[in-house]
Structures are given as C-alpha cells and as structure tokens.
C-alpha cells in the first residue's frame, strides 16, 4: 500500500498564468510557459485563451530571485499560442508543444521562435501538442490531446469527451512528425525510459506504456498503471495524471492535476509513494540535472515550486553523451 508524506516544498515563484513545461536547458537555465491570459478580474479564462491573437509565453526564471521574463511570445499567421509543454535540444534550443500552433523551437541565442510543425506526414492538421520528449538518439515523441491547431476552432467535446488524442514521432533532423496508429483520451505527459515509451492519458486515470521495437514504431500498448481516484473540483469532474519524471532508481514521479499529489511508481508501475502537495493542481515537473531538487509548477497560484527527492533524477537527452 502506497505511503503518504509530506515534503517539504519552496514557491520559487508565481504569476505564470497556467503554469507549465518546467525544464532546464544546456547552459543552466530554467525555462517554464504560462499558456492562459489573466482577466482584469485576475481570473484565468479557459475559454478565452483560443480567441484569435491571444498568445501565452515562454518565461525564463531566476531560481534564485524568483524573478521571470517573458523571452518568447509565439504567434504566426495572426494566430496566438499556448505552449504547453517544454524539452531542450542539445545546443540548448527549447523544444515547445503548442495546444494552437503544434511543434515551435525557441532559439535563447537569437530569441526567435519556428513554427517547425503543423501538419503531419499524411497532411493532416497537427492536433494541438501538450507535451513531448527526446529519445536516446534525439528523436522527438509528442502527445496531441486538442482538436487540430490554428486555424481550425477548438473543439472541447472532442478533446475532452472522444478518444481523439494523438501520438507523433519527430526523427531527428526531420519537421514532418508521422502520427502513430493509437488513439487516447487526452493523452497528456509523456516520458521515455530505456525501450519504454509512456503517456498519461488523463481521462482515464491511466499511465499506458509501449515498447519500442525501432526507431519510431511502437508495439504491445497495455496500462503500466492507474492513478487513485481523487475529488476534481472542477465544472467537468476533470482530472488525472498530467506531467512526469523518472529518478535515477526508475520510479515515475506524475503530477496528479486535481489530486494534489505527486503519485510515485517504481520501476514496474506499483504506486509506492504519494508526495502530498501545498495545491491542488500540480501541471509537471522537471529535476535540475545532476540533482535532488525537482520544480514542479502548478495551477492554483500559477507557480513554480521546488523540494528535495530521495534520489536524483534521471538525466535527459540532451545531459548525456552519445
């Protein structure tokens, strides 16, 4: 049976209006998005943030001072973006999964910002892209939860009612992502460990994992595991497993949006270990490189946290050499 603890847990800072994508690139900095634009009223509109030309913002953070800068506010063809979610190349590029706009790369040494991606091999529309991760030989894998991207309306019963969410594979040095022939219902974080691929599919509640047989072709879908039920306080009853990270033991930390946990399974998905959090809705997490200390940002004061974990976490691609 799993273990509740309390840790203890910092607010770096907060203002980052729908706090996302926390990650570290190659030269040390932290970089975390904020996808929703804040109301006068100071309340985040859901809705609002699909209207044309309304963008969110990649923010670089100050650790130290907790201070943040906008360094990047995606828009193309009059469209506005929401980046969701954030991985770092090799030369330190911050790959980004756009819900409008589909697969960006924001340069630090210029400052500008590529819409890389918005149709897949076959030409379909990318659906809108929430998160993503590099493999061992820098190919790209992205989660697609949204109906497709920019221009097309959104359309939430899609979203969040039908298995409509899609699963890309980038290889490296290509922009045309081919879709995978799987389907989910809003598949959310992702992460990769060895030969295993996993994706949290938050409607279910569910962690499904596949193996990777070869590069870019996947075999033996099957539910790794299932996150407790938890009271979502929200309109929808909407909540589940969101972002994640491996340690360097091989357990899974993911954020429980709407549970208030960071829920912790070991190596072969038993849940272990239930990280109480100071909010409800934790978004992702993201450990500094060779280091303990994991950031975690969060949707009840829009902020980005840090704590101390047991051990390490495991080092990403672009921390390792080839």
Same mark, same amino acid.
């Given at each position: 049976?799993?273990?509740?603890?309390e840790?203890?847990f910092?607010?770096?800072?907060d203002?980052?209006?729908?706090?996302e994508g926390p990650?570290f690139?190659?030269k040390?900095?932290?970089?975390?998005?904020a996808p929703?634009?804040?109301l006068?009223d100071?309340r985040?509109?859901?809705?609002?943030?699909?209207?044309?030309?309304?963008?969110?913002?990649?923010?670089?953070v100050?650790?130290?001072t907790?201070e943040?800068?906008?360094?990047?506010?995606p828009q193309f063809?009059?469209?506005?973006?929401?980046?969701?979610g954030c991985?770092?190349?090799?030369n330190?590029?911050?790959?980004?999964a756009?819900m409008?706009?589909?697969?960006?790369?924001y340069?630090?040494?210029d400052?500008k910002c590529?819409?890389?991606?918005?149709?897949?091999?076959s030409?379909?529309?990318?659906?809108g892209c929430?998160?993503l991760? &590099? !493999?061992?030989? #820098? @190919? %790209?894998w /992205?989660?697609?939860p =949204?109906s497709?991207?920019?221009?097309?309306?959104?359309?939430?019963?899609l979203?969040?009612q039908?298995p409509?969410?899609?699963?890309?594979?980038?290889?490296?040095?290509?922009?045309?992502?081919?879709?995978?022939?799987?389907?989910f219902r809003?598949c959310n974080g992702?992460?990769?460990?060895?030969?295993?691929l996993?994706v949290?599919?938050t409607m279910?509640?569910?962690?499904?994992?596949?193996?990777v047989?070869?590069?870019?072709?996947?075999?033996?879908?099957?539910?790794?595991?299932?996150?407790?039920k938890a009271?979502?306080?929200n309109?929808?009853?909407?909540?589940g497993?969101?972002?994640?990270? &491996? !340690?360097v033991? #091989? @357990? %899974?930390? /993911?954020?429980?949006? =709407?549970g208030?946990h960071?829920?912790?399974f070991?190596?072969n998905?038993v849940?272990k270990?239930?990280i109480?959090?100071?909010f409800?809705?934790?978004s992702?997490l993201h450990?500094?490189?060779?280091?303990r200390?994991?950031y975690v940002?969060e949707?009840d004061?829009?902020g980005?946290?840090e704590?101390e974990w047991?051990?390490e976490?495991?080092?990403m691609?672009?921390f390792?050499?080839q």
């Amino acid at each position: 049976m799993a273990v509740t603890i309390e840790l203890k847990f910092k607010k770096i800072c907060d203002g980052l209006d729908g706090s996302e994508g926390p990650v570290f690139n190659t030269k040390g900095d932290f970089y975390a998005v904020a996808p929703m634009p804040t109301l006068e009223d100071g309340r985040v509109e859901e809705a609002s943030q699909f209207l044309d030309k309304i963008a969110g913002n990649l923010h670089k953070v100050n650790l130290d001072t907790g201070e943040h800068e906008v360094v990047c506010t995606p828009q193309f063809e009059g469209y506005g973006g929401r980046p969701a979610g954030c991985q770092s190349d090799k030369n330190g590029n911050i790959w980004i999964a756009d819900m409008r706009l589909g697969i960006l790369k924001y340069s630090p040494e210029d400052g500008k910002c590529q819409q890389l991606s918005k149709v897949d091999s076959s030409g379909n529309a990318l659906n809108g892209c929430n998160d993503l991760v &590099f !493999d061992k030989d #820098g @190919n %790209l894998w /992205v989660t697609g939860p =949204g109906s497709p991207i920019a221009p097309s309306a959104e359309d939430r019963t899609l979203i969040f009612q039908k298995p409509s969410g899609r699963l890309y594979f980038l290889e490296n040095g290509n922009t045309i992502p081919v879709a995978m022939d799987e389907t989910f219902r809003f598949c959310n974080g992702i992460a990769i460990r060895d030969n295993l691929l996993l994706v949290a599919e938050t409607m279910t509640r569910s962690i499904i994992v596949f193996d990777v047989v070869s590069s870019g072709k996947l075999s033996n879908r099957r539910v790794w595991a299932t996150l407790p039920k938890a009271d979502y306080d929200n309109p929808m009853n909407v909540g589940g497993p969101d972002g994640m990270d &491996f !340690d360097v033991n #091989g @357990n %899974l930390l /993911v954020a429980h949006h =709407g549970g208030g946990h960071l829920e912790v399974f070991s190596a072969n998905g038993v849940l272990k270990t239930r990280i109480k959090c100071p909010f409800k809705q934790p978004s992702n997490l993201h450990f500094k490189p060779a280091s303990r200390t994991c950031y975690v940002t969060e949707h009840d004061f829009n902020g980005v946290w840090e704590f101390e974990w047991e051990c390490e976490g495991m080092p990403m691609y672009h921390f390792t050499s080839q």
